[in-house]
DNA sequence: CGTGACATTGACCAACTTCAAGGTGCGTGG
DNA sequence: CCACGCACCTTGAAGTTGGTCAATGTCACG
């Protein structure tokens, strides 16, 4: 299979059964928008739809749109509300005082952006676009009244923030306990259940960040990112081509994210073993 | 000095100026609980002060005390409010699949407890205290009219889970791009201050986990925390004797997290800058 | 068709884990 | 009070994973 025809179906599996993109011959590929077709209605729409105190044009006004390299929000600027991500991407990451930066999260269409701020209205973090995306912003006075007035935006807030920190806990682990042919597994199983939940291919799709930003994240050397997904794409686990992803064999990285935490030799057990009388 | 000396010697710093423990010749050491006469009113006082919704008696009754290994809930748990710890210490875990457990964090006075169920309703992690501990309930009702009722306790609430993501954050690159001496001196920095917040001494104070939890958390081989140590020990940086731990050369631990994150080799730095470079 | 950004591949090497053995402190039961 | 067992901790030697370096390949764009 050429390049070509892989980046082509590609995207029309990305792009679902929408007949709009299809047969198109000619299509941008790497490091162009690509995701800003998504469309996040349901959470945006939970949060909004029940509170009365915003009304349509300030709910559109409230609207932006950012292009790739934009920042939404750098470290230090003043924390001035939230925001929903409507379409796009775009990754988060803090700075060491010597000025390394580390990836902590990639978001997709329905992620709230800027909830780190919270603690001591500065954002600690910096937000920057992947591609080309809109957002849509809740200012602090629209929080704390949709807080008392909007069980659901309450709800939401919490649950979003809570869900947070217990994806965090997983990436902790994974990061501290797994292998890197495992880090990786995981990010695509993540990726793709992410997409499966936006009602887009969790099979296919593209990886709007680059190596680089996929070894910073998970920890790791490009290098070794690279050799992965080689080492993956030659037992026919998944066929990457740049940005283009297909998982082919979701069997196999389930298991490499399982095997390798549980029964990989028998000194890692008797490891593991070890670690897990001292729980207590 | 002997084992003893320092043992006394430790107690006595740890519970400040206090005359009550001076002169205590016999005193439990490690493996008892040791630390719950920490006592955490600042944040209980400011979020419980202001509201009016909850009487003495309905405090009184929220609180608890727990042993060393006792469980304040496991995974699965169904989530029915947060909780305040008062004094003592715990640390919680999740689970793997495969029942491996990863320590993703270490509670002191005043931290907030189950904040991780707001998501699902379910607790994602096991909390499990390290030694005799108190803490104090606060239901999920009580939760949901403090936080209309009181923006004390909202903002306490939101800021508390907005620190908790930020220090994730850290924790994350630390994980990530950290040697091991820079993991154990970072953790070893996060202690003081912690301690050092809760006007105990942040410069001798011992350890409520076990080696094996502290290698645990930080994602490396209980022999390295050993070594760790034993290599600090010999330049003079710490002092350590099993659970009691003091910090002699606070200038060598900070430049140790610092070196390593910016000047170590020129090969470092170009990676750095590689990865800086794609940050765009 | 050249340039620059991004990605891949192979050879080498170091940090950290694993394995194995021994040490220390504490509680318990003779 | 001593001896034993247990949990926890330390230390040394061997073995791997994954990082580093360097060179080459690929794609997009002007």
Request: net charge positive; hydrophobic share 35%; glycine share 4%.
């Amino acid at each position: 299979m050429t390049a070509r025809q892989l980046r082509v179906m590609s995207v029309d599996k990305l792009y679902g059964t929408s007949n709009t993109y299809r047969g198109v011959t000619k299509m941008k590929t790497s490091y162009q928008p690509q995701n800003d077709y998504y469309n996040a209605t349901t959470l945006l729409d939970t949060y909004m739809g029940s509170s009365s105190s915003i009304n349509q044009s300030q709910q559109r006004d409230s609207h932006r749109v950012f292009h790739r390299r934009d920042n939404l929000f750098s470290v230090g600027n003043y924390f001035e509300g939230i925001y929903l991500l409507r379409s796009g991407s775009a990754k988060s990451f803090i700075t060491s005082r010597d000025g390394e930066e580390h990836i902590t999260k990639f978001y997709y269409p329905g992620d709230m952006l800027g909830i780190d701020g919270f603690d001591a209205h500065v954002h600690t973090q910096t937000v920057r676009f992947l591609e080309t995306s809109s957002v849509c912003f809740i200012k602090e006075s629209q929080i704390n009244s949709l807080i008392q007035t909007s069980p659901d935006f309450r709800n939401g807030l919490l649950q979003s923030m809570s869900h947070t920190l217990a994806s965090d806990s997983a990436m902790m682990m994974c990061l501290s306990t797994c292998s890197s042919e495992q880090k990786v597994a995981q990010f695509l199983l993540d990726l793709s259940f992410g997409f499966s939940d936006r009602n887009l291919s969790g099979s296919e799709f593209m990886l709007s960040m680059t190596r680089t930003d996929i070894a910073n994240y998970l920890g790791m050397a490009i290098e070794t990112v690279s050799r992965v997904f080689a080492s993956f794409q030659q037992r026919n686990i998944i066929a990457v081509k740049l940005r283009y992803l297909s998982i082919l064999d979701f069997e196999s990285l389930n298991s490499i994210v399982a095997i390798d935490n549980c029964s990989q030799t028998l000194a890692k057990k008797s490891n593991i073993k070890r670690v897990k009388q001292a729980l207590n």
